[in-house]
Structures are given as structure tokens and as C-alpha cells.
């Protein structure tokens, strides 16, 4: 079993809509939360990092955490198609290198 | 401030050959992690460099190998190249070592194709 778990879509939905995209992890241990994003043909970027349980907000993007339930979800509101990307969860535990997961595709249609 | 740099962007390469890759950190990061993305895998991690010590090792086999220069700059070497070692070969770039609560910072890959 993959330690983190990703479904692979693709997930769409209509321009304006919320996007929910969630990621289960293993390690009950792990610490740290992060959500990048992938355009087709270029390279992951840093979305938002997330430590403790609840929610945390960006703009339109809110990671939320449940440690007790071992589930990170981002949501991405009033979607517009240039959000239209693979979003990659990753889980860090301590002092260890982060473990991906394989990524969710998004496409939010005009 | 330029980004991380990675070269060649593009490389078909035969069974059999090696390959090295290199990467050039952000200015002033001192260290580089490896992660080779496959459709199947998804984004998997080979290595971490920091100060020109590997800090950190992926579940890889051994020809895959890599190195850090003292101007942080990387390389990663890929001997005996097999068909499934085709893939997206990122580096990450960090200010301190990856492991740590800091931003990495990635490359554009390198499409490895093995033929």
C-alpha cells in the first residue's frame, strides 16, 4: 500500500465551482503537509503547506488537516481553467524526506 | 534571481549507456534533492545532497549515484540504463536541507528516454 494515496482523476469541474481534491496518508507520525501543483510539461510548485489540524487559507486555495481521521484535502474555490493541473500531495514525518503522492488531475471547463 | 536549472532538458539514450544529468540550484541553496516522475510511480525520491554530503538516500538501486560540487551544483549518473529508467528526472532546490520545514524549489525535469 502506497503510503500516500491520491485518487487520479480526472477530477472536473465547471469554471466557478469549488474544486475538492483529498489525500489519505499511512504514517500516523507525520508532522507536515504540503500541496503542489503540476502544469502538463513543467515542474511542481509549492501551493500551500499545512502543520496543524483545521484549516488554513490562501486566497482561493484551503488545505484543510485531520490528523485523527489521517486525511489532507485541498479546496480550491471559484475555479477557473488556468487552475487546470495535476496537484501533487506530499507528507513529511520529522526529519525525513517528504513521500508524494501520484497526484490528482484536475480540469475545471469553461 | 534565476530558478533551478537543469540540463539537458531532453535525452534519448540507448540500454546499456549511462547518463549524467545536472542541476543548478537557486543561488545561495545549498541543498538538491533527485526525484525521478513516472506516470506509474508518480514522483519518487533518489537522493539529497547538501554540502556536498548525501544526506538522504531513496529505495533505488545502485546505478543510480550522484554527486554535489562545492558550488552546490549537482549531478546524478544513471549507469547501465535500462527501458524502464525512462522518465521525468526532477531536482529540488532548497536554501537548507529538504528535510527541514523549508520551500524546495524545482526544476523542469529531464526527459530521460531509454530505448
Known amino acids: 500500500q502506497k503510503e500516500v494515496e491520491q485518487n487520479s482523476g480526472p477530477l472536473s469541474v465547471p469554471e466557478g465551482a469549488i474544486a475538492s481534491l483529498n489525500c489519505t496518508y499511512s504514517d500516523r507520525g507525520s508532522q507536515s503537509f504540503f500541496w503542489y501543483r503540476q502544469y502538463s510539461g513543467k515542474s511542481p510548485e509549492l501551493i500551500m503547506f499545512?502543520?496543524?489540524?483545521g484549516d488554513k487559507e490562501d486566497g482561493r486555495f484551503t488545505a484543510q488537516l485531520n490528523k485523527a481521521s489521517q486525511y489532507v484535502s485541498l479546496l480550491i474555490r471559484d475555479s477557473q481553467p488556468s487552475d487546470s493541473a495535476t496537484y501533487l500531495c506530499?507528507?513529511?514525518?520529522?526529519?525525513?524526506?517528504?513521500?508524494f503522492g501520484r497526484g490528482t488531475s484536475l480540469i475545471v471547463h469553461p | 534571481k534565476a530558478g533551478v536549472t537543469q540540463t539537458p532538458r531532453y535525452l534519448i539514450k540507448t540500454r546499456g549507456q549511462q547518463v549524467t544529468l545536472s542541476c543548478s540550484p537557486i543561488?545561495?541553496?545549498?541543498?538538491v534533492s533527485w526525484y525521478q516522475q513516472t506516470p506509474g510511480q508518480g514522483l519518487q525520491f533518489l537522493f539529497e545532497y547538501f554540502s556536498e554530503t548525501q544526506r538522504n538516500k531513496g529505495n533505488f538501486p545502485g546505478r543510480f549515484s550522484g554527486r554535489q560540487f562545492s558550488n552546490s551544483r549537482s549531478e546524478m549518473n544513471v549507469s547501465t540504463l535500462e527501458l524502464g529508467d525512462s522518465a521525468l528526472y526532477l531536482c529540488a532546490s532548497s536554501l537548507i536541507q529538504f528535510a527541514d520545514d523549508t520551500e524546495a524549489f524545482f526544476g523542469q525535469g529531464t526527459r530521460l528516454t531509454v530505448v
Open positions: 499545512i502543520y496543524s489540524n
Open positions: 543561488s545561495g541553496h545549498r541543498s
Open positions: 506530499a507528507v513529511k514525518k520529522g526529519s525525513y524526506i517528504p513521500t
